[in-house]
T-cell receptor, first 115, second 112 residues
Framework: GAGVSQSPRYKVAKRGQDVALRCDPISGHVSLFWYQQALGQGPEFLTYFQNEAQLDKSGLPSDRFFAERPEGSVSTLKIQRTQQEDSAVYLC?????????????FGDGTRLSIL | DAKTTQPTSMDCAEGRAANLPCNHSTISGNEYVYWYRQIHSQGPQYIIHGLKNNETNEMASLIITEDRKSSTLILPHATLRDTAVYYCIVRVAKAAGNKLTFGGGTRVLVKP
């Protein structure tokens, strides 16, 4: 497909477990963003990659959250020792150049539920 | 990035034009106005953006006032599939890391 793909679409985990969420951006897109969306709220920025470099991780809520993009394409968001407040939809977005006014294209997200 | 203010919700009649307002009175000269929408259970979808001139694409038109302190997104012929939350976002076009800051948006319900 031509769009941003995220997997899994749904993830249920027990409190304390580690989870990994995957994002396949649009081919050739340099910029990749992760956002967190709580129920009934707008998305909130977590972190940003330009190619394989993580240039902004100011939105990551704690050191339990870790993101990587080792080859500048696929990205993984990992959450360690999950807690109930981590329950949210995690959205990935990509854009085709490193800056300017290019729009971001979003995937449909991973809905994470922590029991 | 400048703050935006949108109505919490609005209803529109199917087939009629939907006019969605947004206030951004503290916008700076180098900040663009972006509109995204989010249909239930989907990720945000880019609609349109502009700096100071009015813009039109296949989805919508964006009208920006001359002083740039407000804008209106126009859906020319609303359909039931346009029911969504619409976000107006103001953002600087800089070299990298152009994260989006979402507010509460406007929940638009298109009625038959």
């Amino acid at each position: 497909g031509a769009g941003v793909s995220q997997s899994p679409r749904y993830k249920v985990a027990k409190r304390g477990q580690d989870v990994a969420l995957r994002c396949d951006p649009i081919s050739g897109h340099v910029s990749l963003f992760w956002y967190q969306q709580a129920l009934g709220q707008g998305p909130e920025f977590l972190t940003y990659f330009q190619n394989e470099a993580q240039l902004d991780k100011s939105g990551l809520p704690s050191d339990r959250f870790f993101a990587e993009r080792p080859e500048g394409s696929v990205s993984t968001l990992k959450i360690q020792r999950t807690q109930q407040e981590d329950s949210a939809v995690y959205l990935c977005a990509s854009s085709n150049i490193s800056g300017g006014n290019q729009p971001q294209h979003f995937g449909d997200g991973t809905r994470l539920s922590i029991l | 990035d400048a703050k935006t203010t949108q109505p919490t919700s609005m209803d529109c009649a199917e087939g009629r034009a939907a006019n969605l307002p947004c206030n951004h009175s503290t916008i700076s000269g180098n900040e663009y106005v972006y509109w995204y929408r989010q249909i239930h259970s989907q990720g945000p979808q880019y609609i349109i953006h502009g700096l100071k001139n009015n813009e039109t694409n296949e989805m919508a038109s964006l009208i920006i006032t001359e002083d740039r302190k407000s804008s209106t997104l126009i859906l020319p012929h609303a359909t039931l599939r346009d029911t969504a939350v619409y976000y107006c976002i103001v953002r600087v076009a800089k070299a990298a890391g152009n994260k989006l800051t979402f507010g509460g948006g406007t929940r638009v319900l298109v009625k038959p």
